[in-house]
Every structure is written in C-alpha cells, then in structure tokens.
C-alpha cells in the first residue's frame, strides 16, 4: 500500500465527498457523477472496486451528518460504523475547522487516528512476493513491481536483449528485498539508486556478481558495503575498525529519519567475544534525500585482534520515523480568515497565519503541527519543504510559491513563510502534509563479516 494515493482519483474523492456532504438529497446525483467517473479509473482496477467506492462514499457521508445528531448513541453508533468503514473512509470525511461543534472535533479526531492507524501498519508491513515459473527478465520485474506495489524502471538505451532473457525463477513468499536479490542474481541486474527518481527503482545491467552480508528480511534492506581498519601510531586510543552500513528501503515508502543508537549495536566476533564500540553514547544518524531511496550508517567498533577475520554477527536497531497517510488541506479566500485560522486532520493541524507584503512579492505563514513527532522536527527537516502547496485563483488558474524559507519551529510545530507574486487574499491555498508522523524500529541482524 503506497503512503499517497494517485492525484487524479484523490481529484475525484474530494469532489465526489464535497457533493456528499451536502444533503441526502443528493445521493441520485451523486450516484451519477461516482458512475461516470469510475468509468475512467485506471485499467487495472477490479470490476467491484468503483461500487464498493461508491458505497463508502456515500455511507461516509450519511454518517458524518449523524455524527452532530442530538443523541449520543446515534453520534456513538456513527462514529463505530465510519471506522468499521476502512481507510478509504478518510477521503470522504471533512476536515475539523475551530468552527465545528467539540464533540464533532473529538469524534472526527479519534476516527481518523483509528483509520490513519490502519493506513500506516499496512504500509510498513514487508511485500510478500510469490513467483514460480519461467519469464522474460522483463515480465518477472513487472510482477513484482505488480506484486509490491513498488514502481521498477529501466535504465535509458539499455540493451532489449536483457530485458527479453529468460530466467527460472522459483520465489514463495519472499520478501520485496529477498525476491529482487534472487531476481538480480537470476536476471543480471542490479539498483541503481542513484540514477533514479523519488518512488523508483531503477535497474541497470551488472557487471560483475558481488555477494555481500545482508539482511533484507523487512522493508528496509541492510548490507555491509565496507569494512576498514585504521592503526594511529602516536594515540593508540583513536585506533578503529569502521563497518559501513548501506540502508535501502522498498520505493513505495519515504522515511523522514532513520538513526541506529550505538546503544543498541551488539558485535561479536568469531570466537564469540563481543566487539566493544568507543562511545555507546553515540547515536549514528544519516540525512535522507528524497530522490536516493537509501543512506550509508559509518559504525566504529574497536580494533580486534589480527587472528580475528570476521565478525560473526552484528545486531543493532534502525530507528525510523515514517510519515502517515498524505492529507489535503483547503483554504478558500484566505484573506478574510483571521491569523492562526486552522484546520485538523488526524494527528495533524495546519493554521494560516497571515498574509505580509515583501517588496514585490506577498510571504503566506502556514504552520504544520503534529501530536507526535519522534525527532522528526529536530533535526533534517528538509522533508516538510517537500509538501505541495498552491494556490487557485477563481478561474481554476493556479500559482506555485516562488520561494519558501523556515519561520520557526519547536518540538510539535514547524512554520514555513511561501512567496508569491499576486496577491493571494481572494484565492484558495490548497497544501498536502503526512497526517501522522510515525516512529517505528526495526532489528537488523547482519552475519559473517569479513575483516581487512
């Protein structure tokens, strides 16, 4: 499950939620629009995909009206049948604006955290992958892609012979990591992380046939790309040994942070004597980029002694904070709201505040607070200029910012002044955010690494 959805069917979702919303009156109309418009989904939905979408749309919107009804056991009983509903639920409920009635707040708060919940634990779960049988290099890369929902492309002018060889493959239930290494093997291949786009994975022909220690059980994949030794002759305390860990993960997913605290890093040799690390108060931290799905860990542990070759194992735990399920935030005619105007969505808020002349140029303040963040404000938080904003005239035209610069932040709150260069007071910003940010770990277990 990818963490953002196709932009031309959210198109279609938040139109079809707005007619929802309206009135019950409604739903013959709305019935219409959901019927022409599923007529051109994408070819590979299934044939009941566009009728069960219609039914939660419209059972979306029938629930979230009860959900301001005088009764409570009717509020109650919306609330339970809007998440007995699913995630695609989410697209079809109102954001909380400082307008909507508390309790409104409170129930359309828990429902989203519930569903974005169940968003989040499907989308780190590892991809399971089954492929038994005989394919061209071609057609077994697009089963998995298929498969994993992970997007694979092909390097420029490569050579049509190697996508058209056939290989045998035989891979039950394997991870999205351990079928492309079998793959690669099989096929030739190898990633190219670096020559690709955010979301893909690019593969390109391969040279030569390296194997090295892995642990791709997850949806992260761990290797060791680098083992060096370094002896100081005049402070024999700064001796070390440096094992460099290369983290990649599936392309479908876009972490914010990853770091592996020394004081989870166990390393054993292999006469079963543990590896001590120089400072266990170390935490070992990489900036992510959004267009390389991968960042390189430099671990020291001590020098061992010349008679040891290899570590026998090295355990230690990746941290990573992941971004929730992508949310859209509207505001219409933005000078008329007042500074500090905000909007709700699971555990996410966003707020306007205000709207200053530059010179020639008109700076918007949006500020994007979260419940909780791990340390995902504290530190590389190139990730939140990554967020789309706009803006949209009356006629449809829209307007990109011309520059964007950080105004701010502390644990819960980041603030983000956009220029642009009309004057945005009679128009619509339109912005996306993570509705959640979400920590997580994961144990890596790395075995049989040989020493220089």
């Known amino acids: 499950m990818n963490f953002t959805t196709d932009r031309n069917v959210r198109l279609q979702r938040e139109l079809l939620r707005d007619l929802c919303v309206r009135s019950a009156a409604m739903l013959t109309a709305v019935l219409t629009c959901l019927t022409l418009l599923t007529v051109s989904a994408t070819a590979q939905d299934s044939a009941d995909e566009p009728v069960d979408e219609m039914k939660i749309a419209i059972k979306a919107a029938e629930l979230q009206q009860k959900l301001d009804d005088p009764s409570i056991e009717v509020r109650d009983n919306a609330e339970a049948a809007i998440i007995k509903l699913g995630a695609l639920a989410l697209d079809y409920l109102d954001p909380v604006t400082e307008d909507s009635p508390t309790d409104t707040i409170e129930r359309l708060g828990r429902i989203r955290k519930a569903l974005e919940t169940v968003v989040v634990e499907a989308a780190v779960k590892p991809t399971l992958i089954s492929l038994k049988g ?56 190898r990633a190219n992380t670096f020559g690709g786009t955010a979301g893909e994975l690019l593969l390109v022909p391969a040279t030569n046939a390296v194997t090295v220690p892995m642990d791709a059980s997850g949806i992260f994949q761990t290797s060791v790309v680098q083992v060096s030794a370094r002896r100081n002759l005049e402070n024999p305390e700064l001796d070390y040994c440096g094992i460099r860990i290369r983290v990649r993960w599936e392309p479908r997913l876009a972490p914010i942070t990853l770091a592996i605290p020394a004081s989870s890093v166990s390393v054993i040799d ?96 949006v500020k994007y607070s979260f419940d909780q963040t791990g340390d995902a404000l504290e530190s590389h938080m190139s990730w939140i200029f990554e967020n789309p904003l706009k803006l949209i005239d009356k006629d449809g035209k829209e307007y990109l910012p011309l520059a964007k610069e950080s105004a701010g932040r502390n644990e819960n709150t980041v603030g983000i002044r956009y220029y642009f260069g009309d004057d945005p007071s009679a128009m619509t910003l339109k912005c996306e955010t993570p509705a959640a940010i979400v920590p997580m770990e994961v144990k890596i277990l790395l075995q049989n690494i040989p020493l220089p």
């Open 134 to 189: 005989n394919f061209s290099v071609k057609e077994a890369a697009d089963k998995i892609a298929k498969q994993s929902g992970n997007k694979i492309v092909w390097a420029d002018g490569l050579d049509a012979q190697i996508q058209d060889r056939k290989v045998d493959l035989e891979i039950e239930k394997a991870s999205f990591w351990e079928a492309m290494e079998i793959f690669e093997a099989k096929a030739k291949v």
């Open 270 to 365: 292999e006469f079963d004597d543990k590896v001590q690390l120089p400072n266990p108060a170390a935490t070992f931290s990489a900036a992510v980029q959004p267009e390389i799905p991968e960042v390189e860990f430099s671990i020291p542990i001590g020098l061992v002694d010349r008679q040891v070759e290899k570590i026998s194992k090295l355990e230690a735990t990746l941290k990573a904070v992941m971004p929730g399920r992508s949310e859209t935030f509207e505001f219409r005619k933005i000078g008329r709201l007042k500074p500090g105007y905000k909007q709700s969505k699971a555990a996410v808020s966003v707020s306007l505040n205000g709207i200053e002349k530059n010179e020639e140029l008109f700076g918007i303040l």
